[in-house]
Each structure stands twice: as C-alpha cells, then as structure tokens.
C-alpha cells in the first residue's frame, strides 16, 4: 500500500524538494500497471534491464527519475506513444534485491510533469519533461469538495476490512485538495485506467469531483456487501444457536435418563431434512409441516400422516442425477450385444446422445414411442438404453388403469392416500434422471373415477412436465429430466393429443432370417442357461432353427419361437437329471419328437388356381395375416351377402367392388344379366375375428370379378389396395407388416398400389428380393396380373384342385 509523506523519519524531504523551473530531462521508468502519484510513498517493482539501468543512472544523481503508465502493459519497450504523457516525478529513496532477480524501489512522488519527447534511448531512456505547477488554493466550492470525499472516505474505510483506520486520520491532515484526491485515490483498489485519469486531471476541484462519484459507486457495494454478509452471518447464528440448544436438551435428558422417543424421532427428521437438497418451494412447504409436526402431541391423529408426508419428500430424488454417458460408440456396441435389427430405433438413441455432446443445456429430453406387435423387443430395448446411456431403468405397465389417481395420486384428505405411480416410481428410480418406461400404454381405460390419459398429457408434455403435479405432493415436481419411453402395440386407442406428444418409432416384424440370428445369438444362450446347460451338452442346427420358425411359431415376435427352445432344453434336462442319454445336437427331423407336429405348413399360401378365391393380406396386431376372400355364385335375384364378422369399412368395400363389376361388366366380359339372375356370396374365413378396413377392396372386386368370368386367381399373387366406384387403387397403410407376412406365406407377387411405391425403403432387402411387387393404378393394371387369361369351367377347375 502507499504511503503518505512524511510517514519514514529517514527521508529527506528537503533534499528531493520540488524544483519549479522550465523543462528538464530525467531518466524515464516505464510501469506496466502502476500509476505513481504526487507526494505519496509507493513501491516499485523493477524487472526490465533499460529501466534498471535508469534507476541507478537516478541515484548516482539526484535520485530523480520519472515514471510514467504504459497504454499497453505488454509492449517490452514502449516508444513516446505507448506512454501516457502525464507522468510523475519521484525520488528513489530505498532500493531492495528480490530472490526471483527482480529489484523492488521505494519511491516518493514529486510532481506532475508532461512528457515532451526522448533525449535517449540507450542504454536507458532519458525523457525530456515539463512541469506542471497545481494551485493549492482552496475556495468555498474546493472546500466543501474535500469534506464530501472525506465523509465518503470515511464510510468506506469502515465498510472495507481492506482499507486501515491510519489513511483516514493521514487524509483528515490534508490540507491541500489536489493532495487530497491523489492520497485518497493511491489507497482506493482503483483499475489503472481510473488512476491514470485522476493523474491526469490537472484541475484540483474536477479531480476531486471524479473521485467522489468512483467513491460514491463503491459505497453502494460496500454496503451491498455489508447486507450480504449480515444476512448470511445471522443465519449462521441462528443455526449455531439452535445446534447448541438442541445438544443441550439432549445431553440434559441423557443425564436425568429421560427419553422421549417422539422427540428422537423429530429431531432425526430435522437431521433428514437438512441434509436433503430441494427446491425452495418445497423446502418452504417442508418446513412449515415440520413445524406442525413439532408442536403436536404423539397422539395427535395427524401426527402420522404429517410423517409419512415428509418421508415421501426426503426420499424423492430432487436433485441426484446420473451422468449420461456420451461416448456414441460404445452405446452403439452395448444396443447392438442386446439387440439384433431395430436400426431406426437405435440410430433415434445415438441421435440423441450426438444432440446432448453439442447442446446438453438447450436439448430437450425425447419421449418415445415404441409401437409394434408383442415380443418385438421394445420393453428390453428400453432396458438396454438405460445400461447404454449410464441411467437407472425403471418401469411401470399402464394395461388396465382406469383411475386418474393412479397417474396423480390421492389428496392427503383421503385416509391412507399416496402419491401416483409417477412419483413412486421416481423415488423408487433414485435419481431425477432415469429411464421411464410406460409400458402398454394404448391398454389404458376410462371410467367414472377419471381419464389417466388425460393425466399422462402434463406428464409426456416437455412444456408442463417441469412442473408435474401430484395431488399428494401438492408441490412442483421436475420431470423434465427424465428419459420417457412408452410402449404400444396399436396406436389406434391412444388419444390424438397424447399421440401428438410422443415421437412413434414402429418396431416391425423379424424375417425368418432375422428369427435365426437372434435365436443363435441371443434366445438359445440364455434358455441353456436358464435350465443348467451349456453349450457344449446342447446344440442347434440352423435347420432345426428354421424348422421351428416355420412349422411352430407363426408371429412377428419371437416370444413363441423361445417357448419352442425352452421346451426343448427342459426334455434334455429332464432326461440328464435321470441319468438318461441325452442328445447334444438337434436336427431339424427331431423336432416333431420334442414339440409334437408342426402347427403351421411352410406356405400358407392356395395351392392352386381357384375361382372365386384371391389372396389378400392385412394387417394385425400380431404384424400381419394373410386374408383369402371367397366368392361364390347361386341362382338368385341379385342379393348380396357378406359374412366373415366384416366391419362397416369393409361391407362399403365389397359394394364398391360390385358397383364397379357392374359398371365395367362389358368391359370385362361378364353378361349384364348375371347380376339378375344370380346372388352373390362374399365371405372372408375365420369369421370369429373381426375384420375392417379399405385395403381389402382389390381383392374382394378380384374374387368377384374371377367368379363372374370364371377366370382363376394365380395362387401364388396377394394383393392389397383400395378400390374407388372408378377402378383405382387407392393406396394403404401398414405396407412393411403386409410384404412380411406375403413373405412368410410364400408368395411370390404381391401387387401394391403404385403410390405405395415410396414404403418399400422400409422393407428388408431380401423380402425385396424374394418378393416380385407389381404396382398399380388401376383395376385394369391388376386384373391381368392376378387372374389366368382364359375362363374354366367349373368341373375342370374342381378336378385340377383335386389333383
């Protein structure tokens, strides 16, 4: 700190007296962020070899020199430029050698003085300087000046432990108001532009009226910080306090052997609340239910539910998160030892991992929908998200929720009330962060006691869910964090608005091949595993695989397919437990030994040509199902029956087919007076199901149309499309589920509607190449493909499907 003059007895102030005479030359020390004022004691840290030369050249003179302020500290030798030209004469009067090399002066400011130009410049630079003289008389206005910057000073020196009491009583002895302002502003913590620009003003009244608005400006933080530093302060005693007599209560009760179990029990929970980081809101509520707690009598009926209530809160996780891990290819290795296929789902998670490396404060965490037919692997792909990204998994199955407090949670009014299962599950997760799994949320219900579904919308709305409430928390509770994904195997029964909210990602059906793969990898181990075998006991042929893909299982999952291996792996263990001899490799001619004869034939498909009968494909539930269509001619007088369970969808389909044979009737060759004379039976097999639907259309009008010109329908061609009163084909949905299951069937051409052309980029590669897809417009693009060119007759027809 600097120090004011006359503060070292040794210094000789008559010998280093101000001389004012014209200009004069000195040796120049230019400081990189020092600012040297008048009258006043300062060190000087010397380091540059020019400067230190100009120091000694001082003493072995008059000990005078001049300092002057770089404009930029880093210049190593700066020019005239580079130099403020209002500088400070000073008088080196102690000089000191520092252990890093450097040299420390003692110096006492003289003088302003003007820089005017350089005389030398080596070995150290020599600067001519002209004095400028300061009036040191002081008027009224000058006067009332120095008693302002004094009474700031002087609050400033008491707010600010930095400052000693000695450079108040040092500024109450000036005199002189220039002198004044250069004291104050060499003990303020000034930035040196602020010091220059004091020393630079020549003028004693403005320079004090700078000082006293930099002086003002830090008073106001000075006391900011006072307030600060009380509130926090007072704080702190008020815990110490309560700390000191809660330990005093205790050690009195100890020793008069007094225990007061519901006291114990406060006190743990004021331990417990204090240790737990919430929200303000909640620490608030917290409290004050403490506080309730606290006051009222053990037998109070409402002590108990005043606990149970701040358990829920200490045990939420408010605060505790996992990191997500953001190495993406380790994610991708862990999704792809779990799973097989599912590329869309997978390249949706890395995607996301990718957004949260480049903006993991702007992103918003994805809520997913995994849709797609049972024993797909959506529920243990959630799983292995959740080990892929470093977060908790935790789940919860919507399938029968009929009441909206098992989303929300009951009032505290209600006896025996709890939070939803939202909320216990998250404090069942641990974390604010994990992955939450709503399975089977198209199976929610809706009855008297509310709609869930219109509780999930604040939950999977990222705009609401940063503020979820529960009836019983009665509080904010942040899901914003959380990780959702839901699970459905038909989106039809979910509320638009909740769809809307939800990013569908379809989980399709597995091809025979990707059945293999993921059985070889993935269902055989662990069935061995699961009865006691090992690998080396029990092996399956690829062809045994195939075998039970085929004949045993007819799904798009594969959950049937490991029931068949599990089957299996429980005979072989029976027959090792007996000490019995036991195969150790499965062929596919063994099957029907362990799993009966098969269930399904390896084409599903007519065997022949047939009249009246066309091959369609729908889609289900379960992924896909082929659907032949049957039609059948009889005397009549034009009547038109449907059965087969159809929906109202598909009976206006069937009309528009007929309406369509009969329009175009010349056209396709059929007689006008057929539709009279006869009455038309449409029937669609497996009437137990219910069937509905436009895509049906095409082949309800090809069966129709092969019964009335007794042209056959190729066996191995399905077709799906809607069809208009016009003859065009409209076209479908579920386009991918269709071409499976034509492929399971062993179909060989299926025909699409032409602008179904785009869905195929969502067709396994090899479905494409096993299947010959023929696109249409129109009926007539259909009909020659799907019927044979010339009409049987019927006896011919009957005993070429006998043979």
Not at 38 to 41: A, D, F, G, V
Not at 202 to 205: A, P, R, T, V
Not at 266 to 273: A, G, M, S, T
């Given at each position: 700190?600097?120090?004011v003059?006359?503060e070292?007895?040794s210094?000789?102030l008559d010998?280093?007296?101000?001389?004012p005479?014209g200009p004069?030359?000195?040796?120049?020390?230019?400081?990189r962020?020092?600012?040297?004022f008048?009258?006043?004691?300062s060190?000087?840290f010397?380091?540059r070899?020019?400067s230190m030369?100009?120091v000694?050249?001082?003493?072995n003179?008059?000990?005078?020199?001049v300092?002057a302020?770089?404009r930029?500290?880093s210049?190593?030798?700066?020019?005239?430029?580079?130099?403020?030209p209002i500088?400070?004469?000073v008088?080196?009067?102690?000089?000191?050698?520092?252990?890093?090399?450097t040299t420390s002066i003692?110096?006492?400011?003289?003088?302003r003085?003007e820089?005017?130009d350089f005389v030398?410049?080596t070995?150290?630079?020599r600067a001519?300087v002209?004095?400028?003289p300061e009036?040191?008389?002081v008027t009224?206005?000058?006067?009332a000046l120095?008693?302002?910057v004094l009474?700031?000073?002087?609050?400033?020196?008491q707010l600010d432990?930095?400052?000693?009491?000695?450079?108040?009583?040092?500024a109450?002895?000036v005199?002189?108001?220039?002198?004044?302002?250069?004291?104050v502003?060499?003990?303020?913590?000034l930035e040196?532009e602020?010091?220059?620009?004091?020393?630079?003003t020549?003028?004693?009244?403005v320079?004090?009226q700078s000082l006293s608005?930099?002086?003002?400006?830090r008073?106001?933080?000075?006391?900011?910080?006072?307030?600060?530093?009380?509130q926090?302060q007072?704080?702190?005693?008020?815990?110490q306090?309560e700390?000191?007599l809660?330990?005093?209560?205790r050690?009195?009760?100890?020793e008069l052997?007094?225990f007061?179990?519901q006291?114990?029990e406060?006190?743990?929970?004021?331990?417990?609340?204090d240790?737990?980081?919430?929200p303000e809101?909640v620490?608030a509520?917290?409290?004050r239910?403490f506080?309730?707690?606290?006051t009222?009598?053990?037998?109070?009926?409402e002590?108990?539910i005043?606990r149970?209530?701040?358990?829920w809160?200490i045990?939420?996780?408010?605060?505790?998160?996992?990191?997500?891990s953001k190495?993406?290819r380790h994610?991708?290795r862990?999704?792809d030892?779990n799973?097989?296929g599912?590329p869309?789902?997978k390249?949706?998670?890395?995607?996301?991992?990718a957004?949260?490396q480049?903006?993991?404060?702007?992103m918003?965490?994805?809520?997913?929908?995994f849709?797609?037919?049972?024993?797909?692997g959506?529920?243990?792909?959630?799983?292995?998200i959740?080990e892929a990204?470093g977060r908790r998994?935790?789940r919860?199955?919507?399938g029968g929720?009929?009441d909206?407090?098992?989303?929300?949670g009951?009032r505290r009014?209600y006896?025996?009330a709890?939070?939803g299962?939202i909320i216990?599950t998250m404090?069942?997760?641990?974390?604010?962060n994990p992955?939450?799994?709503l399975d089977?949320i198209?199976k929610?219900?809706i009855d008297?006691r509310?709609?869930?579904?219109?509780?999930?919308?604040?939950?999977?709305d990222?705009?609401?869910?940063?503020?979820f409430s529960?009836?019983y928390?009665?509080a904010p509770?942040d899901?914003?964090q959380?990780?959702f994904i839901?699970?459905?195997?038909?989106l039809?029964p979910?509320p638009p608005?909740?769809?809307?909210?939800?990013e569908?990602?379809h989980?399709?059906?597995?091809?025979?091949e990707?059945?293999?793969q993921?059985?070889?990898q993935?269902?055989i181990?662990?069935?061995?595993?699961e009865h006691?075998?090992?690998d080396?006991?029990l092996q399956?042929?690829?062809?045994?695989?195939?075998?039970?893909?085929r004949?045993?299982?007819y799904?798009a999952g594969v959950r049937?397919?490991?029931?068949?291996?599990?089957r299996?792996?429980?005979?072989?263990t029976?027959?090792?437990?007996e000490n019995?001899r036991a195969?150790?490799?499965?062929?596919?001619n063994?099957?029907?030994?362990y799993l009966?004869?098969?269930q399904?034939?390896?084409?599903l498909?007519?065997e022949?040509?047939?009249v009246g009968v066309a091959?369609g494909?729908?889609w289900?539930?379960?992924?896909g199902d082929?659907?032949?269509?049957?039609v059948?001619?009889?005397e009549g007088?034009?009547?038109?029956?449907?059965?087969?369970q159809?929906?109202?969808v598909m009976?206006?389909?069937?009309q528009?087919?007929?309406?369509?044979?009969?329009?175009?009737?010349?056209?396709?060759?059929?007689?006008?007076d057929?539709?009279d004379?006869?009455d038309?039976h449409?029937h669609v097999p497996?009437g137990?199901i219910p069937?509905?639907?436009?895509?049906?259309?095409?082949t309800?009008?090809?069966a129709?149309i092969s019964a009335?010109?007794h042209?056959p329908?190729?066996?191995?061609?399905s077709?799906?499309?809607?069809?208009?009163?016009?003859g065009?084909?409209?076209p479908v949905?579920?386009l991918k589920?269709k071409?499976?299951?034509a492929h399971?069937a062993?179909?060989?051409?299926?025909?699409?509607p032409?602008r179904?052309?785009?869905?195929?980029?969502?067709i396994?590669?090899k479905?494409?190449r096993?299947l010959n897809?023929?696109?249409?417009d129109?009926m007539d693009?259909?009909?020659?493909?799907?019927?044979?060119p010339?009409?049987v007759?019927?006896?011919?027809l009957a005993?070429?499907?006998?043979?």
């Open positions: 700190m600097p120090f003059e006359g070292l007895d210094f000789d010998r280093v007296s101000v001389r005479h004069s030359d000195y040796p120049l020390l230019p400081a962020d020092t600012v040297i008048p009258r006043i004691l060190p000087l010397v380091g070899d020019q030369r100009a000694e050249a001082a003493l003179a008059d000990s005078r020199l300092v302020t770089q930029d500290p210049v190593e030798n700066p020019s005239l430029d580079d130099l403020h500088a400070t004469q008088v080196v009067s102690r000089i000191l050698r520092m252990p890093d090399g003692l110096a006492q400011g003289q003088q003085v820089l005017i030398q410049t070995p150290f630079v001519q002209r004095p400028l009036a040191r008389e009224l206005s000058t006067e120095m008693r302002a009474a700031l000073f002087e609050k400033c020196v432990r930095n400052l000693p009491e000695d450079a108040y009583v040092a109450m002895n005199n002189e108001p220039g002198w004044l302002a250069d004291m502003a060499s003990v303020r913590d040196v602020q010091r220059q620009r004091i020393l630079s020549l003028d004693s009244s320079r004090l608005i930099i002086l003002a400006r008073l106001e933080v000075l006391e900011l910080e006072n307030q600060i530093q009380s926090v007072q704080e702190v005693d008020k815990g306090r700390y000191y809660r330990e005093q209560m050690i009195i009760q100890s052997g007094e007061d179990s006291l114990s406060v006190n743990e929970l004021r331990e417990k609340l240790q737990v980081e919430m809101e620490r509520k917290a409290n239910e506080s309730r707690l606290s009222m009598p053990s037998i109070a009926p002590v108990g005043i149970t209530y701040l358990d809160l045990e939420l996780p408010w605060t505790k998160k996992t990191e997500d190495d993406i994610v991708s862990v999704l030892a799973h097989y599912l869309e789902a390249e949706r998670v890395l995607e996301h991992i957004v949260h480049r903006a993991a404060g702007k918003r965490t994805p809520i997913l929908c849709a797609g037919p049972p024993g797909t959506k529920t243990s792909l959630g799983k292995s959740a990204l998994f935790v919860v199955s919507l929720i009929r909206e407090a098992e989303i929300r009951h009014t006896i025996g709890m939070p299962r216990q404090r069942r997760a641990g974390t604010i992955l939450f799994m089977e198209d929610v219900g008297f509310g709609d869930p579904s219109a509780a999930l919308l604040e939950v999977l990222p705009e609401q869910n940063y503020a529960d009836h928390l009665d509770y899901l914003s959380v990780m839901t699970t459905a195997n038909i039809d979910i608005a909740l769809g809307d909210r939800m569908v990602i989980f399709p059906g597995y091809i025979e990707e059945k293999v993921i059985a070889r993935f269902l181990p662990r069935q061995l595993e006691g075998l090992t080396k006991e399956f042929s690829s062809e045994a695989i195939r075998g039970m893909v004949e045993y299982t799904e049937n397919l490991e029931r068949a291996i599990g299996i792996c429980r005979k072989i029976r027959r090792l437990a019995k195969p150790r490799h499965i062929a596919r063994a099957l029907h030994r009966g004869p098969p399904f034939t390896e084409s498909a007519q022949a040509d047939e091959i494909i729908a289900t539930e379960g992924g082929l659907m032949p269509v049957e059948s001619l009889m007088k034009g009547n038109l029956t449907l059965t087969g159809l929906g109202e009976q206006e389909s069937a528009a087919a007929l309406s369509y044979a009969r329009a175009y009737a010349s056209e396709l060759g059929i007689k006008a057929i539709f004379q006869s038309i449409i497996e137990a069937k509905d639907g436009p895509s049906a259309g095409v309800m009008a090809t129709l009335l010109t042209r329908v190729r066996h191995e061609v077709m799906t499309g809607e069809i208009t009163l016009r065009r084909v409209l949905g579920g589920e071409c499976m299951v399971r062993g179909i060989k051409t299926i025909i699409i032409r179904n052309q785009k869905d195929l980029v969502k396994p590669k479905i494409q096993d897809f023929v696109f249409v129109r693009d259909l009909l020659p493909v799907a019927l044979a010339e009409p007759k019927p006896h011919r005993k070429k499907v006998r043979g």
